[in-house]
């Protein structure tokens, strides 16, 4: 059974970074890895993704701030997030899709940034 593990977020002042990670244990093979957050009272929204052969989506609102990268080695997914504002705070979930199409999800991690 695969199951996906995050790790990294925290409380950061404005300006400051943090990195996640999320591993995944069990057998998969993710054509595309991805992070989403969602603050209270908001739907959860798509921050960016990367597919096996590399290629990367951003959100408008994180463009140029975070990183997404993988370790396919590792089985795992990255977000470096750099110059963080307030309007960042949220749960932070990975999520990775099966050649199949099969959606896995972590169980979150929260991101709070103090102004």
């Known amino acids: 059974q695969v199951q996906l593990v995050e790790s990294g977020g925290g409380l950061v002042q404005a300006g400051g970074s943090l990195s996640l990670s999320c591993a995944a244990s069990?057998?998969?093979?993710?054509?595309?890895m991805g992070w989403y957050r969602q603050a209270p009272g908001k739907q959860r929204e798509l921050v960016a993704d990367i597919y096996s052969g590399g290629s990367r989506n951003y959100a408008d609102s994180v463009k140029g701030r975070f990183t997404i990268s993988r370790d396919n080695a590792k089985n795992t997914v990255y977000l470096q997030m750099n110059s963080l504002k307030p309007e960042d705070t949220a749960v932070y979930f990975c999520k990775y899709t099966d050649y199949v199409g099969k959606n896995y999800w972590g169980q979150g991690t929260q991101v709070t940034v103090s102004s």
């Open positions: 069990g057998s998969i093979f993710s054509i595309r």
